[in-house]
Antibody, heavy 120, light 108 residues
Framework: QLQLQESGPGLVKPSETLSLSCIVS??????????WAWIRQPPGKGLEYIGS???????YYRPSLKSRVTISVDTSKNQISLKLTSVTAADTAIYYC????????????WGQGTLVTVSS | EIVLTQSPGTLSLSPGERATLSCRAS???????LVWYQQKPGQAPRLLIY???TRATGIPDRFSGSGSGTDFTLTISRLEPEDFAVYYC?????????FGQGTKVEIK
């Protein structure tokens, strides 16, 4: 059974880079047909897709975040990473990682999420 | 980008009542790519319905999805206390996923 667990700093200063990791257990991130995605949710607000890494190496990003986002994988650690540069208070959110398959195209499972606050 | 608009923003109902939630897309969405999630406070979203009308594993049959094209509906036939939560629709198109803004189902 696939499980995902996010980790990273809970506090980031404005203009700095937010860096998060997501450890995948119960399966390989190199498995064919999988996207590994990041989604965020500002406090009290809705869900926002950030981007995804396809097992073949392709990446897809939300257009409004594309200039600041990098999603990558470390197959040796079975881990997905998110980097978001030049953060502002608007980037304060719970950040989730999730998996999608090309067959399903829905997010399942999700990690439990990690809150990142952007503040000086 | 396909925009999903959910209505109403908040639905105030009593246990045992029927809930009808709407999700309208700015462009046609394939029914195979329309999904509903439930989210409770402090939890990650939980998959409810995929392919517009197929219940996910373990989801009670009081939850049903319907619709096609640009108009989709999630119906909860008789609300149980554990069903009061926020519900999101989501679509997939051309390697982009978008979510609706959510409908909160609250106890009246």
């Amino acid at each position: 059974q696939l499980q995902l667990q996010e980790s990273g700093p809970g506090l980031v200063k404005p203009s700095e880079t937010l860096s998060l990791s997501c450890i995948v257990s119960g399966g390989s991130i190199s498995s064919s047909g999988y996207y590994w995605a990041w989604i965020r949710q500002p406090p009290g607000k809705g869900l926002e897709y950030i981007g995804s890494f396809y097992y073949s190496g392709s990446t897809y990003y939300r257009p409004s975040l594309k200039s600041r986002v990098t999603i990558s994988v470390d197959t040796s650690k079975n881990q997905i990473s998110l980097k978001l540069t030049s953060v502002t208070a608007a980037d304060t959110a719970i950040y989730y990682c999730a998996s999608v398959t090309t067959v399903s195209n829905y997010f399942d499972p999700w990690g439990q999420g990690t809150l990142v606050t952007v503040s000086s | 980008e396909i925009v999903l608009t959910q209505s109403p923003g908040t639905l105030s109902l009593s246990p045992g009542e029927r809930a009808t939630l709407s999700c309208r897309a700015s462009q046609r969405v394939s029914s195979s790519y329309l999904v509903w999630y439930q989210q409770k406070p402090g939890q990650a979203p939980r998959l409810l319905i995929y392919d517009a009308s197929t219940r996910a594993t373990g989801i009670p049959d009081r939850f049903s999805g319907s619709g096609s094209g640009t108009d989709f509906t999630l119906t909860i036939s008789r609300l149980e206390p554990e069903d009061f939560a926020v519900y999101y629709c989501q679509q997939y198109s051309r390697s982009q996923w978008t979510f609706g803004q959510g409908t909160k189902v609250e106890i009246k």
